[in-house]
Structures are given as C-alpha cells and as structure tokens.
C-alpha cells in the first residue's frame, strides 16, 4: 500500500511521531477511512507496521562510527523491503539511519519494486531542542537510550535535510518542532511548541497517491518459463560433461573432434567439439562460459530470444509440448531434433567462440 518514510535530526521526536501516525492510520482503517477527504471507493490498508532500529536490534551506539553504521543500515534495509506489501503501510523510523539521502533513496526504490506509494514526512526540530532532549532522554532512561555527545554533534552535522523537488522525497509533509519566541536562552520544556501533525494529508497520501514503478530495466519481468530454464541448464551441463569425460579418458587433442553423446540429445546430425590450438580448455573455464551462456539466454522466454530465433532458422522450434522439423529434410522427418539438441548446438557454437 504505502511507504512512510519518517526523517529528522536524532533525537527530534519521530519515535513519538511516528507512534501517533500509526495510531491515527489504524483508527481510520478500522473506521472504514471515514474522514472528509477520504473516499469510500478507495481500496484501504489492513495493517500498519513501524519497522525502527529496535526491531533489528541496532543500538545508538551503531552510528558512532562508520564500521558499525553500515551493516546497521543493511539490517534496517533488509528489514523494511521484507514488511513491505499490498495492503499494509510500512513507516520506517530508522532512527539516524534516515538522515542521509541516499538511503532513503535505497528506500524508495525498494517500495517502486514493490510498486507501493511513498511519502516522506520530516520531522523538524532545531539542534538545540534536540540535544536539549537527548539529554533529557539520557537522565530519565539511561545512556543505552540516548546518543552520546559526540556521536549527536556527527549526526546534526551529517544531516541531508529532505527536498520536495526531489522524486524519493515526494510528496513531502513537515511535521514542524520550534522554539517559543519568548523562551528563555536555556531551553525547557514549556519554551518548545510542537505543532500538530497533519493526520489528514499522510493518510491521502498513502492511500490515494500515485505509486511509482519501476522500470523494466529495474526490476525486469522474467518470462522465461521454469521448463525451458531447466532445459537451458540440463543441454549445457550435458554437453561440459561429455567433454570433461573425454578429456578424463582420451585427453583433448587440438584441432581433433569431440563427440557430444547424451541420450537427450537426439537429432539429425551428431554434435562435436572442436578444442582450440593455442590455449589448454580446463573446468573452470567450461563451467564459466556455461553460466555466461545461461545468464545470456535466460531473461527472456525462448519464443523471443536470440537463441529461439537461430534454433528455429535451423529446425528446432521450442515447444515443450511437441517438435517441429524443417520441411522438406527427410533426416529430420526420420528424426526430429529435440529441444535440448538445439540448446546443445547453440551452445557449442558460443563456447568454441569463447574458449
């Protein structure tokens, strides 16, 4: 459904937020979205779901420095692609994990490939409201519940504040935190307005927005069907194998043919491989050039590939319900070439290319 991607400086009150949003979304579902501007037509979420720094155990301590920050960052990642969904709006309060744009932008396209909306909502705190409140945070539950100083000055100093002209930070709604004019140069609690959160506009956003998908160069659609795939993988390993085998028994002398004999290799003339003359062929290469072969052909479906198309201008057509021959050759009336002949053919001509 929706991506909800809660930004600020550390310690700026988006825990606190995001708790608040959550609540406000699951009392609309549970209302049906009753609210003026939302629509009854309009297909609603089932659950809401916070994924933080909590829920993959990532401490505050994590972004102290940048060898443990990375792999906190991966964990997080990892956590909210997994939560994303159809029918249930994700808010990723990663903590100060959030403060860098091209993060969030890694979230962004994890919620295109999903192909779910995404909203940014920015906390806006100024830095002297947020140490004031780390430093309360740190009196009340601890140092394991707050930032350290120096690791705060980092994080305030490191922040990329959100843009709305940017397509990862839109459509973009602030959730602003300011200082009171007439509070005093030591900052308390009474001196600090935090506005109201603009429930309305978020759950707009997330139920009736505009979801971005991605390109298919981004997240291809595979239309290969996982017959043919099996077949791609079984014809190529059958044809490394035979001349594993026969270099095991008989060597590979250059320039001499090595016959390609398997029982599902059945067509009108028989297959050989023909060792270069100026360079050994050993396992590891065969093995590379096969899985080279293999990656080459198996993003599209035979019926469209490169390599549907020469096997068919040569007689073998790919249906894995029934055989085809060319006309007019009695060889292939007599013996019609299987599917995998026609893989094994094609992949003999690339590996004597290669090697």
Known sequence: MA???????????????????????ERRIKNGGA????????RLPTRVVIVSDHDVHVARSAYSSQRTEKPARASYLSAVTRALGKDTVVIAD??????????RYQLWCAA???????????????????RFWNGKRRQEKGDDASYDDETLDSLLMRFEEPNAMT???SPLIIVPTVVAPEAPTLISQEGILVESIPFDDIWDAATKGS????????APTRSTTANYLSILESSTQNVVSSILQHQSSFGLQPGSEVPINHPSLTGPSPLTFTPPADKPVTMASLQRIRRQFVRMHSSGSAQVSELGNAARSEGVHFSLTSHASQPGSKASAAQPPSIEFGVAKRFLAFLEGAV
């Open 112 to 130: 295109r490939e999903v192909g779910v909306r995404c909203v940014s909502v920015h906390v806006h705190a100024p830095p002297q409201v947020c």
């Open 3 to 25: 991506l909800i991607i809660v930004s600020g400086l550390a310690s700026s009150g988006r825990s606190t937020r995001s708790a608040l949003i959550k609540e406000d979304l």
């Open 211 to 218: 979801a971005n998908k991605a390109p298919d160069v981004v």
């Open 167 to 169: 397509r990862w930070d």
């Open 94 to 103: 990663g903590g100060a994990g959030l403060n860098i744009k091209g993060f």
């Open 35 to 42: 609210a003026p501007s939302s629509s009854s037509s309009a």
